[in-house]
């Protein structure tokens, strides 16, 4: 690796390589190297996570950048089992950005402030020359109070099962379409939302929650990869479980994309103790943007560090971890 592509941002293979040779050798640390959503710190009590954001274009179809910048940061705290709570703000604005564009973004920050309860506590704004940055970038850090500790991706077993929380691959799909200037006449819009209110509600049902991961870059089959090594195990899924809707079905058919891949901004994975999971099915269903919720899979130890796909004519077959540069400046 000489140079960075834009592969490396993908969130799979290449961007994988990227933190494990050059961030994790310089930064390695004991909270670092458990690779989660976010760092749980202060003996368990808080998450802590940051995130940038540079998606293209910065208006689509359900979202904007501006909400896409709270749900990225707020997502990840709840992943750990954390209620947001405060937020820093950091943009870097290209000169000659139109002002009532800057509204539009703010205020869209502001309802998904308020839709996760917290507040920006704190700052900065950067100018930079007309052609230094693409219009506006985006970085939001959040501080969470744990509410149910113990949620590691590296603690997933065979007494779990693999949900997800509703169909796959929406905002790759819009961002896509959007991009490419596709007059899509259908309902297709980002996923991009808040997902602390479902795990408040799987945690107040008291379901026994082994790892949650919000599958954006490199999508789900980023995650289940990444869950896989980090506990050593091999989980298996099934193709006919996995909820995808018409529309990106339709894409990904058209232009050789695979759902499982494409990037999510309010979509998990989740592993839950067999025992809780029809129940977590049940919970996460009660919310209207989760009603095709499923179980897609079971934790076996068939082939180690694995992720197995089997498809609905009955073959099976390794699900890698994404590569290439499928779609850069995503999220």
Known sequence: MKT?????????QENNELITQVFYGA????????????????DGKLAFSTDSFTVSPIFFNGADIGKLAICGTCNDLAMMGAK???????????????????????????????????IVVSGDTKVVPKGAVDKIFINTTGIGEILYKGISSNSISMDDLILV???????????????????LTTSLKSDCNSL?????????????????????????????????????????????????????NGICELLGFEALSLANEGTFVLAIAKDDAQKAL????SFEEAKNASIIGKVT??????????????????LDVPTGELLPRIC
């Not at 834009?6 to 799979?12: P, R, S, V």
């Not at 640390?29 to 202060?42: R, Y």
């Not at 905002?171 to 959007?178: C, E, L, M, Q, V």
């Not at 130890?301 to 077959?317: C, F, I, N, P």
């Open 282 to 285: 049940e919970v996460l269903q």
């Open 27 to 42: 930064f390695k640390n004991d909270i670092l190297s458990k690779s989660e959503d976010a760092a749980v710190i202060e």
């Open 4 to 12: 960075i592509t834009l592969a490396h941002g993908n969130g799979g």
């Open 196 to 248: 602390y209110p479902q795990v408040k509600a799987l945690i107040d049902a008291n379901i026994k929650i082994t790892a949650l991961r919000d599958a954006t870059r490199g999508g789900v089959s980023a995650v289940l990869n990444e869950w896989a090594k980090q506990s050593n195990v091999c989980i298996e899924i099934e193709e006919e479980k996995i909820p995808v809707c018409d529309e990106v």
């Open 84 to 118: 947001p709570k405060y937020l820093t703000c950091s943009v870097i604005i290209e000169e000659g950005f139109s002002v009532s564009d800057l509204e539009k973004i703010v205020s869209s920050m502001k309802s998904e402030l308020e839709k996760n309860g917290v």
């Open 165 to 183: 929380s509703r169909d796959i691959g929406a905002h790759g799909a819009t961002i896509f379409a959007a991009r490419e200037g596709m007059d």
């Open 301 to 318: 130890q068939e082939y180690a560090q694995k992720v197995v796909l089997h498809s609905q004519w009955g073959t099976k077959r390794f």
